[in-house]
C-alpha cells in the first residue's frame, strides 16, 4: 500500500469514527452542486411537526428544500445575504414571541430531536428571498376599490371604524443601559395613578428622562390587530399597558374616541392579506422561472 492510500484510507477512517452520519449521509439531490441529504429532509419534516402539527411527505419537503437553495443562490448573486448574527436575532425574535429566550428555543427543539440550525436555514432563506422579489418584481399596489370588494365579499357592508386620539408617552432608556426592568416598574405604577390626558400629562412633566410626544389621530383601521385590540381595552384617559420600544418603554394615553363612518377596522387587514397574496404570487412566478436555469440532479 502506498504512502498516499494509506493517508486517504486513514482519513476516511478518522472521518466515520468522528462523525459516521455526516461522512456517509445519503444525498437525495444535487442542486447547481450543493447536496440536500436524508437527514436535512427528516430535520425538516420535524419542524414541520413541531410548528405546524402537520407531517407533509418527504417529496414535498425535498421539493421545499430545493426552493430554498435556489432562493439563497439566487439572492447571493445580488449580494442579499444573511450573517450569522442577523439571523441569530431572528431566531431570538421567534423565540421571544413565544415568551421564552433563544436558548429556550434551542432546548426545546433538541427535546424533539430537532436542531436549531434547521430553523435558522429556513429563516435565512426565507428572509434573503423576501429581500430580493421586494427588489426584483414589480411594487405591490392594493386598490381601495380592491378593498371594498373584499370587505363586501366578507360582508362587512357597514362601514364604522373609531378614531382614537393618542399622547405617545415614552420613559427614556439609554443605549446600552440594562434599566429597562426599572422603568417597566415606573410605567405599571404611572398607570395606576394617571386619571385623564390633561392631569396625567401634568403630572408626568415632573418625570426624570420621560417625553411626552404631541397628541396623534389614528383610525381603527389603519391600525395592526394587536394594538388595535389594547387600545379598545383602554378607557378613555387611562394609559395602555407598557411596551419596550427602541428609545425606552413606551405608553399611549387614550385621551378620546370616537365612531367614523366610512371606514372599517378590518381595511388594514384586508388590505395586508391582499398585498400579500400579491406578493406570494409575484414569488412563486420567480421562483417557477430560477427552477428552468437551474441545474437540479436527483439521485
Known amino acids: 500500500m502506498t504512502a498516499c492510500r494509506r493517508f486517504c484510507l486513514l482519513f476516511a477512517l478518522s472521518l466515520a469514527l468522528v462523525a459516521p452520519g455526516a461522512a456517509f449521509a445519503q444525498v437525495l439531490v444535487m442542486v447547481s452542486g450543493q447536496p440536500i441529504t ?25 421539493e421545499e428544500l430545493i426552493d430554498e437553495k435556489i432562493k439563497i443562490t439566487q439572492a447571493a448573486r ?40 434547521t430553523f435558522k436555514d429556513k429563516l435565512r432563506a426565507d428572509y434573503v428571498w423576501g429581500q430580493y422579489v421586494r427588489a426584483r418584481a414589480p411594487v405591490v399596489n392594493v386598490r381601495d376599490s380592491d378593498v371594498v370588494a373584499a370587505l363586501n365579499q366578507k360582508g362587512q357592508t357597514q362601514m364604522v371604524a373609531t378614531e382614537y386620539i393618542l399622547r405617545p408617552i415614552v420613559l427614556v432608556v439609554g443605549g446600552g443601559s440594562n434599566a429597562y426592568g426599572a422603568r417597566m416598574q415606573e410605567a405599571a405604577a404611572l398607570r395606576a395613578r394617571f386619571n385623564g390626558c390633561d392631569q396625567g400629562v401634568d403630572m408626568i412633566k415632573g418625570m426624570k428622562e420621560t417625553v411626552i ?64 397574496a400579491q406578493f406570494q404570487e409575484q414569488s412563486k412566478r420567480m421562483l417557477a ?11
Open 213 to 276: 410626544r404631541s397628541p396623534v389621530s389614528r383610525l381603527s383601521s389603519e391600525i395592526p390587530e394587536k394594538m388595535r385590540s389594547i387600545l379598545e381595552k383602554t378607557e378613555v384617559g387611562r394609559l395602555t399597558p407598557p411596551e419596550v420600544a427602541q428609545s425606552g418603554v413606551e405608553l399611549f394615553a387614550v385621551c378620546s374616541k370616537r365612531e367614523v363612518k366610512g371606514e372599517s377596522e378590518k381595511k388594514r387587514d384586508i388590505k395586508d392579506e391582499l398585498g400579500n
Open 289 to 299: 422561472e430560477l427552477r428552468k436555469t437551474t441545474l437540479i440532479q436527483y439521485r
Open 38 to 62: 436524508a437527514n436535512d429532509v427528516s430535520q425538516r419534516i420535524k419542524l414541520h411537526q413541531l410548528i405546524e402539527r402537520s407531517s407533509p411527505p418527504q417529496k414535498q419537503v425535498l
Open 78 to 117: 445580488f449580494s442579499i445575504e444573511a450573517d450569522d448574527k442577523e439571523v441569530d436575532r431572528m431566531f431570538a425574535s421567534v423565540a421571544e414571541r413565544s415568551g421564552r429566550t433563544a436558548e429556550q428555543l434551542t432546548a426545546g427543539f433538541a427535546q424533539s430531536g430537532l436542531k436549531a440550525q
